[in-house]
């Protein structure tokens, strides 16, 4: 009968595990959504011509910061799919309607690694080289990957202090 209560810990540990996993894709779901200010970022279909304000910055790896240091919320799918790497250079259009519409327009230098994904502190990273790389939650769920699965991921080629990267492909 000691099975039976081992069996149901390790199920409520896979509960709190799924469970620590909805929520922080809806925490990244609702930060790609609204913008520093609480408003919606609503998306605009970049084919269209668009005017408005124009604000050129560096990914950090989860956000745009711009020249005056301010932050801007790049969509966490965009950034997955796009795989933006830390210090890409992205362009920005504040459209008038409030539309936020992002053009990666000057990707930096890359390097590919293969790496082990692990999870801790409700966030998503990939070991590899002797160290961590945190990597969005779209990423984890956009290549359907599990934790100690094998994946290759992009990070800077010249900034060993990278503390996020890109998932390339799952193995």
């Known amino acids: 009968m000691s099975e039976l209560p081992e069996k149901q810990v390790k199920r409520l540990k896979s509960l709190i595990t799924e469970a620590e996993t909805n929520l922080a894709a809806a925490k990244e779901l609702l930060m790609s959504i609204l913008g520093d200010d609480g408003q919606v970022v609503t998306p605009a279909n970049s084919r269209e011509e668009v005017s408005g304000k124009i604000v050129e910055g560096v990914f950090d790896g989860q956000v745009m910061i711009g020249p005056d240091g301010k932050s801007y919320p790049v969509p966490a799918n965009y950034a997955s799919k ?24 000057g990707p930096i230098a890359r390097k590919q690694i293969i790496g082990t994904l692990v ?34 991921i992009i990070v800077p080629e010249d900034n060993p202090d990278a503390t996020w990267a890109a998932v390339e492909a799952a193995l």
Do not use: P
């Open 119 to 152: 999870q801790h502190d409700g966030a998503y990273y990939v070991e590899a080289q002797g160290r961590e790389y945190r990597i969005l939650l779209a990423s984890v769920t956009y290549f359907r990957v599990n934790i100690g699965d094998q994946v290759t």
């Open 82 to 105: 796009s795989k933006l790497v830390e210090g890409d250079i992205l362009k920005l259009t504040i459209a008038d309607d409030g539309g936020f519409i992002y053009k990666q327009i």
